[in-house]
Nanobody, 123 residues
Framework: QVQLVESGGGLVQPGGSLRLSCAAS????????IGWFRQVAGKEREAVSY????????YYADSVKGRFTISRDNANNTVYLQMNSLKPEDTAVYYC????????????????WGQGTQVTVSS
């Protein structure tokens, strides 16, 4: 059984930083694409960043390029999202997602999702 458990969310002031973690169990993470989507209530879920643990290829949404960094620790089956220079518009529930297919993750139809962690950027 695959499980994704996110942590690291919270309240931070604009300009601050947070690091999200997603611990995966029940799969060999070195064969998956894994990453992060976010959702604001009443809006569609959007891709933030994801990484292929096979090729190392990474995707970043234009809105987070230069501020967010995705990394993975295959040995510990964990993926991280370092978020710097946070803005109020980054406020959302952040979800970890994984699938064998890069394209399914890209489309938001990845097979496995975490429960989400709230990130709030506010003064």
């Amino acid at each position: 059984q695959v499980q994704l458990v996110e942590s690291g969310g919270g309240l931070v002031q604009p300009g601050g930083s947070l690091r999200l973690s997603c611990a995966a169990s029940g799969l060999a993470m070195d064969t998956y694409t894994i990453g992060w989507f976010r959702q604001v209530a009443g809006k569609e879920r959007e891709a933030v960043s994801y990484i292929s643990t096979v090729t190392g290829s990474k995707y970043y949404a234009d809105s987070v390029k230069g501020r967010f960094t995705i990394s993975r620790d295959n040995a510990n089956n964990t993926v991280y999202l370092q978020m710097n220079s946070l803005k109020p518009e980054d406020t959302a529930v952040y979800y970890c997602v994984t699938d064998y297919s890069w394209y399914k993750v890209k489309a938001g139809t990845g097979e496995y999702w975490g429960q989400g962690t709230q990130v709030t950027v506010s003064s």
